[in-house]
């Protein structure tokens, strides 16, 4: 399909490695052209800002989303083409730099896209007077090489996408047969042409290619195929018809040559030698093309047509008059012009069976487009090698070696500006736009044969020479002026009637006799000047051979100087490959080097950002220690405290139990002594309580006091000791928290906390104005009696900025009946030791009370006091 050798086993130049320098890559060339609307009240939507820049406006009926989907929005192209634009000046921007390409041998692709009913096969084909694209495209090839076109069937084509070359003696022959065949299948040597084909293109807008290889010979194949429903079918082949059972037409299948091009197997290839048989043929595949009617085009597409233009080259020998016998010479370039279906909606078109599985395989195969167009996009921008789907479409895969850098890409967005087709052209803007940032590889070029150029010239600048030293010499020569063999020609008279009436005629006779002699004798003038015309011609050529002798000679001679600049230059070539391949070898070890050098500073560049973050993350954690040990400093300072004072508190609680205990020896001794003395009507002084040693400094820090039993009859007036208030009535705050089931009880003494916060439910905002906490617990005895318990607690503070409360004592209040108590202790057999009184025998006031201040002065109460039914018990 693509410039290669045919049938040589090794390709006459290799194939052209994908290029890394973006400097060698060219974006796909998209072009725009913008046709007018059908009707003059219809709604536009399109707008040509400048002749890059078109702008799609908003139509009526249709709203903003959120997304911004539907809006106003500009679109650039490489050139926009407006409605009034001719096919002539689209075809000199699009379509002639890829024909000048197809005739300097290299490979060219150009496709119309765009919706229903935008003009893509108008723009294409064209119609009388207004040629497109493809009728142009021919013009000028035939214009281009038509003096240089080889004779028929000299190129022919084989069955793997290659081209070979016949003598001409055999292209003779071949011409021959064609030729005996085709008279017997049409009897008329020349077909009339479509009149809608017959002029295409005006006489004045006729162009051709500059610099063509005069040395060179051409032939053009053409083939028209269809992909339908993503079948391939050949427009060209000629099966036989049978009207009682006919055929359907066979589809094809892809192939890859042995240079991993694509090409349709079995596609029929036919050489053209005029623009008019050309067309002839092109109009014959055109008749078979499917279409069909549908809401929005009256002949719409309904495949993608693939009209391939073949230019096979080859050189011409050393004389310039045959085409060089050397297969390896023969190159083959390719031009491709793809009219694609248009994309359609089918709630628009109203499709319904065969129509509806059309416009979905159509949708589908431009879906596959625009997918590996995507991909080709990403993996060229974003550096990715992600697979391209060409195989998902039968579009892609026969076009996918252009993409992979086989020759040049064009694509015409066609659009019609109506409101009604906004959607769908929306969609073609932006597949338009992402195809514009798809690059692919630069065709390399042709090289050129090793002979001289001119050759051609030179042949005919010599037989123009021989002509004129002919004429020179009295040949034969055309003009006023004839020579004298014409002369005797024209003189030669013609034979009289030799027919003979009667015995006695002598006329006949004589006279034809005197015509004869006078014939026979302009023929031996004849024989003479022939005769004197062949010494001059010998002798002209005897000159000419020794001018040709002294030619060769030269030849020779510059053929071996010729020799000695060849061997000289693949001595060069020899030193330029090896530098070459020094220089690659230096290239690439620079490449590895700057790699090695680039890894080694990312590695450089993360082991400093590992550094950096692991002193930052050691200055957190020595930061973190030192407050850490600020804090345990702080901690073990605080239960070092803690520790002296509970320590001072327990030893001072010790040395009061003990002062106790002593003291109750002592009032025990005295009492007994009294009991001695009460005969004697004496009555002991009641020595006075020794007295407390000093509290700790911090007066909430003490320890229960054991209640000591009263001395049952007191025999001096009690010694009021030091009022002591209880440990709650300090100068503190306190949370008194009273659960809201509380029972008053009918006490004299009740607990009362001073300046303390009253609350039903502990709350935050109540602790964190308090340092104490203490809650009241009521709750029933054994003995059936109510038994109240206050649990105190030290409020501190949390490290989440909220309130704790760790809970020291427990202080209880409990209401009893002493008469119960006595009958129970009498019953049970506990009564009190010897020589004490029972609780029940303590009547009188000025004894309890006594008893109630001893009390007072040798136990450590809180809130309530123990007052014979009322008394206290600590725990800790």
């Known amino acids: 399909m693509f410039s290669r050798p045919v049938k040589g086993k090794t390709p006459r130049r290799p194939a052209p490695k994908k290029p890394s320098n973006n400097t060698l890559k060219d974006p796909v060339g998209v072009y725009c052209r913008v046709r007018p609307l059908s009707l003059d009240d219809q709604e536009c939507c399109v707008e040509v800002i400048s002749s890059t820049t078109i702008q799609l406006h908003l139509p009526d009926g249709i709203k903003v989303n959120r997304n911004g989907e539907y809006k106003e929005t500009q679109y650039s192209f490489k050139k926009v083409f407006g409605i009034k634009t001719s096919q002539m000046e689209l075809f000199e921007d699009v379509a002639k730099p890829l024909v000048d390409d197809l005739i300097h041998g290299k490979n060219g692709l150009l496709f119309t896209y765009g919706v229903t009913g935008s003009g893509k096969t108008y723009t294409m084909t064209g119609s009388p007077g207004q040629g497109g694209l493809l009728p142009r495209s021919l013009d000028m090839i035939f214009n281009s090489i038509g003096p240089y076109q080889a004779k028929r069937y000299v190129f022919k084509t084989d069955d793997k996408n290659g081209m070979e070359i016949q003598n001409q003696v055999d292209a003779l022959l071949e011409r021959q047969k064609r030729e005996s065949q085709q008279s ?36 053009v194949f053409v083939s028209y195929i269809e992909i339908y429903n993503n079948y391939i079918y050949d427009l060209l082949e000629e099966a036989p018809f049978d009207p009682i059972k006919p055929k359907p037409p066979q589809s094809k299948i892809l192939r890859e040559d042995q240079n991993h091009n694509m090409y349709v197997a079995g596609c029929t290839e036919l050489e053209v030698k005029s623009t008019e048989e050309a067309f002839e043929v092109f109009w014959r595949g055109q008749k078979k093309r499917r279409i069909a009617n549908t809401q929005l085009n009256r002949e719409s597409s309904r495949s993608h047509s693939v009209f391939i233009i073949k230019l096979a080259q080859a050189p011409l020998d050393a004389d310039g008059d045959n085409v060089l016998q050397d297969k390896s010479q023969v190159s083959v370039s390719q031009l491709c012009l793809v009219d694609l279906a248009g994309s359609e909606r089918t709630s628009r078109t109203r499709a319904e069976g065969s129509r509806l599985r ?8 431009l879906m596959t487009l625009r997918t590996c167009i995507e991909v080709l996009r990403e993996n060229q921008m974003c550096g990715t090698n992600k697979m391209v789907p060409y195989r998902d479409s039968k579009v892609t895969h026969l076009f996918k070696n252009y993409f992979d850098g086989e020759g040049k890409v064009r694509m015409i967005v066609c659009i019609n500006p109506k409101a009604d087709d906004y ?94 002699e006078k014939r026979h004798r302009i023929r031996q003038m004849i024989t003479e000047e022939y005769n004197k015309a062949a010494d001059s011609l ?33 001595t060069h070539k020899t030193e330029i490959d090896r530098l070459e391949k ?47 040990e600020a804090r345990m400093h702080g901690v073990v300072s ?32 005295k009492q007994l002594k009294a009991i001695v003395t009460e005969g004697k009507g004496e009555r002991p002084e009641k020595p006075e309580r020794p007295e407390k040693p000093e509290r700790p400094s911090r007066e909430k820090d003490r320890v229960p006091q054991r209640s000591v039993s009263p001395l049952p009859v007191p025999t001096a007036p ?5 009022h002591r208030r209880s440990r709650s009535a300090g100068g503190e705050r306190w949370v008194d928290h009273k659960p809201a089931s509380n029972l008053e009880l ?8 001073p300046n303390a916060i009253k609350v039903s439910a502990p709350s935050e905002k109540a602790l964190s104005k308090c340092e104490k906490y203490v809650l009241t617990h009521q709750e029933i005895a054994s003995d059936g009696e109510i038994e109240t318990k206050l649990i105190k607690g030290e409020v501190f503070k949390t490290r989440g900025g909220g309130q704790a409360v760790q809970f020291t004592d427990i202080e209880t209040l409990k209401q009893e009946s002493p008469t119960a108590q006595s009958r129970k202790r009498r019953s049970s057999g506990n009564g009190p030791p010897q020589g004490e009184p029972m609780e029940g025998d303590w009547t009188d006031v000025e004894t309890r009370c006594s008893v109630a201040v001893e009390m007072r002065a040798g136990s450590n109460l809180g809130p309530g006091y123990q007052h014979h039914g009322l008394q206290k018990r600590r725990k800790p």
């Not at 295409?200 to 006729?206: D, L, S, V």
């Not at 001018?547 to 230059?569: M, P, S, V, W, Y």
Request: glycine share 4%; with cysteine; proline share 6%.
């Open 538 to 570: 010998k002798a002209m050529l005897q000159e000419f051979d020794s001018t040709l002798t002294a030619k060769e000679n030269f030849i020779h001679e510059q053929r071996g100087k010729l020799g000695e600049k060849d061997r000289l230059l693949v």
């Open 184 to 219: 017997l299948k049409t009897p008329s040597s020349k077909q009339k042409l479509d009149p809608e084909f017959a002029d295409m293109i005006a006489p004045e807008e006729a162009c051709k290619a500059e610099a063509v290889d005069d040395d060179s010979s051409y032939s």
């Open 746 to 753: 009918d006490t004299v003494m009740q607990p009362n906390i």
């Open 358 to 365: 059309e416009a979905g395989n159509i949708n589908q195969s």
């Open 582 to 628: 020094k220089c690659k070898t230096l290239e690439y070890k620079i490449d590895i080097l700057q790699k090695t050098t680039n890894i080694y500073e990312e590695d450089k560049r993360t082991l400093q950002q590992e550094l950096e973050n692991r002193d930052q993350k050691l200055q957190r954690e020595l930061s973190d220690k030192r407050r850490m």
């Open 718 to 722: 009690p010694v009021r000791p030091r």
């Open 423 to 516: 959607e769908e052209t929306m969609l073609v803007m932006r597949f338009a736009e992402m195809t514009q940032e798809v690059e692919v590889a630069r065709p390399v070029d042709r090289p050129i044969c090793g002979f001289t150029a001119g050759r051609r010239q030179r042949n005919q600048a010599f037989k123009e020479e021989l002509s004129r030293r002919l004429e020179e010499r009295g040949g034969p020569v055309n003009g006023d002026n004839p020579s004298v063999i014409e002369l005797l020609l024209q003189s030669f008279p013609p034979l009289p009637p030799s027919e003979l009436t009667d015995p006695s005629d002598d006329q006949t006779l004589p006279r034809l006799i005197a015509v004869l």
């Open 638 to 669: 605080e239960t070092k405290m803690k520790w002296e004072k509970e320590c001072e508190r327990r030893v001072a609680a010790k040395q009061m139990e003990m002062q106790n205990k002593l003291w109750v020896k002592d009032e025990k001794l």
